[in-house]
């Protein structure tokens, strides 16, 4: 769908009829209701299609032979088949300090949209006082004891305040924050007692307002890492396409679409006073998707000690190891078996996604903020009946990919460990977005290393999504106490684990 934006950003909708009331419902659940995010079609360094198979691309770049479900052969670099038979590995976490309770009053959050730890265990805390948005961001550093150090953070128009963030913070090792701020086209960076220190453009950013106000939306879904050195690692999962600008006198509109990024991590460089964009590695896309296809396998990378990183691009369990340069040196398999995708699979999964959308729509109509108000006031006078009948074909028109990735999530921790989540055997994959989008399910966790030693799984009774890993074995999770509020609790894992 097409969004016309004006100055004042409204978003023009049509006429108030019932189906245009329907649409509200949409508009004012913007945050919780997009469209499942899934991979557009990009160009791969070099691609071609063999006589034998025409569904197989060759990737040179990344020196593999891959089909629409994952890698098939390795053409020209090492490759390490990993035990295919569980070992379990219990991480043997204590217990190390909580915050967010509010009991010392600093340490009230809110909405956490980013945690980490610096090289001396100092933990950082990027929090917002609206979910879903970037308003009132504010970053909470305590010391390793859970003691307080720091608390910056505030919008205005100087030099390190921010107008318009996604709430998300970089760290690097040595405490240096990087604060993304599409409204200002820069990005803040501060010491590590919080301590403006300069801000870097952009690249690109000119003068004309419509151009920067495309890049606002573009930031508030870009993904961001500490890379190495003075770096930041980049993927941008969804990119703004301008459909038609305005020729109006006076008026100052464009009318915009979203579409799926290309699949690649980019270095952005932050030495001088425009940052510079560099490409560091592709990934291979799946042929023949569509942004309404759902189990289409995720583009997961994070950052190595040294520059490389490590990368999930298909369907297969094939860990792919780059290096600083971008050039893959190792894929690291396990010969897990393939979940294609049948009829009952796409059956029970409509019907998951329609229990939790109605579940979505009745917890937001509830809400006493102002998503809350504008859901109700949308729905007023639109029969229950309708609004339901519209969530559920959106959820029938869903399309599927050929079979369910086996690969759900990736990290890397402090000593270089891979931490590669499965999605559960009986399960789907984790979604950030769409209507009634499934969370994250208890499953396995392999902890491998870059080499390719398997050191074992973490059974899916653990239920373990770390936030962050630190020095010394430490790693974060976010939690909720029994009001809803939000709690990072830090503990340590035991040597075999990190």
């Given at each position: 769908?097409?969004?016309?934006?004006?100055?004042?950003?409204?978003?023009?909708?049509?006429?108030?009829?019932?189906?245009?009331?329907?649409?509200?419902?949409?508009?004012?659940?913007?945050?919780?209701?997009?469209?499942?995010?899934?991979?557009?079609?990009?160009?791969?360094?070099v691609a071609a299609l063999t006589e034998k198979?025409?569904?197989?691309?060759?990737?040179?770049?990344?020196?593999?032979?891959?089909?629409?479900?994952?890698?098939?052969?390795?053409?020209?670099?090492?490759?390490?088949?990993?035990?295919?038979?569980?070992?379990?590995?219990?991480?043997?976490?204590e217990d190390v300090f909580r915050v967010g309770?509010?009991?010392?009053?600093?340490?009230?959050?809110?909405?956490?949209?980013?945690?980490?730890?610096?090289?001396?265990?100092?933990?950082?805390?990027?929090?917002?006082?609206?979910?879903?948005?970037?308003?009132?961001?504010?970053?909470?550093?305590?010391?390793?004891?859970?003691?307080?150090?720091?608390?910056?953070?505030?919008?205005?128009?100087?030099?390190?305040?921010?107008?318009?963030?996604?709430?998300?913070?970089?760290?690097?090792?040595?405490?240096?924050?990087?604060?993304?701020?599409?409204?200002?086209?820069?990005?803040?960076?501060?010491?590590?007692?919080?301590?403006?220190?300069?801000?870097?453009?952009?690249?690109?950013?000119?003068?004309?307002?419509?151009?920067?106000?495309?890049?606002?939306?573009?930031?508030?879904?870009?993904?961001?890492?500490?890379?190495?050195?003075?770096?930041?690692?980049?993927?941008?999962?969804?990119?703004?396409?301008?459909?038609?600008?305005?020729?109006?006198?006076?008026?100052?509109?464009?009318?915009?679409?979203?579409?799926?990024?290309?699949?690649?991590?980019?270095?952005?460089?932050?030495?001088?006073?425009?940052?510079?964009?560099?490409?560091?590695?592709?990934?291979?896309?799946?042929?023949?998707?569509?942004?309404?296809?759902?189990?289409?396998?995720?583009?997961?990378?994070?950052?190595?000690?040294?520059?490389?990183?490590?990368?999930?691009?298909?369907?297969?369990?094939?860990?792919?190891?780059?290096?600083?340069?971008?050039?893959?040196?190792?894929?690291?398999?396990?010969?897990?078996?393939?979940?294609?995708?049948?009829?009952?699979?796409?059956?029970?999964?409509?019907?998951?996604?329609?229990?939790?959308?109605?579940?979505?729509?009745?917890?937001?109509?509830?809400?006493?903020?102002?998503?809350?108000?504008?859901?109700?006031?949308?729905?007023?006078?639109?029969?229950?009946?309708?609004?339901?009948?519209?969530?559920?074909?959106?959820?029938?028109?869903?399309?599927?990919?050929?079979?369910?990735?086996?690969?759900?999530?990736?990290?890397?921790?402090?000593?270089?460990?891979?931490?590669?989540?499965?999605?559960?055997?009986?399960?789907?994959?984790?979604?950030?977005?769409?209507?009634?989008?499934?969370?994250?399910?208890?499953?396995?966790?392999?902890?491998?290393?870059?080499?390719?030693?398997?050191?074992?799984?973490?059974?899916?009774?653990?239920?373990?999504?770390?936030?962050?890993?630190?020095?010394?074995?430490?790693?974060?999770?976010?939690?909720?106490?029994?009001?809803?509020?939000?709690?990072?609790?830090?503990?340590?894992?035991?040597?075999?684990?990190?």
């Amino acid at each position: 769908m097409a969004l016309t934006m004006s100055d004042d950003r409204a978003f023009s909708l049509g006429r108030p009829t019932t189906v245009a009331l329907v649409a509200l419902v949409v508009a004012a659940l913007a945050v919780l209701f997009v469209r499942q995010a899934s991979r557009m079609p990009t160009e791969l360094r070099v691609a071609a299609l063999t006589e034998k198979n025409p569904t197989v691309l060759l990737d040179r770049q990344a020196g593999v032979v891959q089909s629409a479900s994952g890698i098939e052969d390795i053409v020209a670099q090492e490759v390490v088949d990993l035990p295919v038979e569980d070992s379990f590995l219990s991480p043997d976490l204590e217990d190390v300090f909580r915050v967010g309770d509010g009991v010392e009053g600093w340490d009230q959050l809110t909405s956490i949209t980013g945690v980490a730890f610096d090289l001396r265990g100092n933990l950082y805390i990027a929090d917002v006082s609206a979910a879903g948005t970037g308003v009132g961001l504010k970053i909470l550093v305590v010391d390793a004891e859970g003691e307080f150090v720091a608390k910056f953070g505030r919008a205005g128009e100087g030099p390190g305040e921010w107008r318009e963030t996604s709430g998300r913070m970089v760290l690097f090792p040595e405490g240096r924050v990087v604060v993304p701020d599409g409204g200002h086209g820069a990005y803040h960076i501060f010491g590590p007692d919080g301590v403006f220190n300069r801000m870097v453009r952009m690249p690109g950013m000119g003068a004309d307002p419509l151009p920067a106000r495309r890049r606002i939306i573009d930031e508030r879904s870009r993904i961001l890492k500490a890379g190495h050195d003075n770096s930041i690692l980049s993927y941008l999962p969804m990119a703004t396409q301008v459909v038609e600008r305005s020729s109006s006198p006076g008026v100052n509109a464009l009318s915009i679409t979203r579409t799926h990024g290309r699949r690649r991590v980019e270095r952005i460089v932050l030495d001088q006073d425009e940052a510079r964009v560099e490409l560091l590695v592709t990934g291979w896309t799946p042929p023949n998707i569509s942004t309404d296809m759902v189990f289409v396998p995720k583009f997961l990378f994070s950052r190595l000690p040294g520059g490389g990183i490590a990368l999930s691009d298909s369907s297969a369990y094939a860990i792919k190891i780059a290096d600083s340069t971008g050039q893959v040196r190792r894929v690291l398999r396990r010969a897990l078996p393939r979940r294609p995708v049948t009829e009952q699979i796409r059956e029970n999964y409509r019907a998951r996604r329609l229990e939790a959308a109605r579940a979505e729509v009745q917890a937001a109509s509830e809400r006493a903020d102002d998503l809350g108000v504008a859901v109700r006031r949308a729905i007023l006078g639109v029969p229950a009946r309708t609004v339901d009948s519209y969530v559920r074909s959106q959820i029938e028109r869903v399309k599927f990919y050929s079979e369910i990735p086996l690969v759900d999530n990736l990290w890397t921790t402090w000593d270089g460990n891979l931490w590669v989540r499965r999605t559960p055997t009986l399960g789907y994959p984790s979604e950030l977005n769409g209507i009634g989008k499934l969370g994250a399910t208890p499953s396995p966790v392999d902890v491998i290393t870059s080499e390719g030693r398997y050191l074992g799984t973490i059974p899916a009774e653990w239920a373990i999504t770390p936030a962050a890993f630190g020095p010394g074995g430490l790693v974060a999770f976010v939690e909720t106490d029994e009001m809803g509020t939000p709690i990072v609790v830090v503990q340590r894992l035991q040597y075999q684990a990190r």
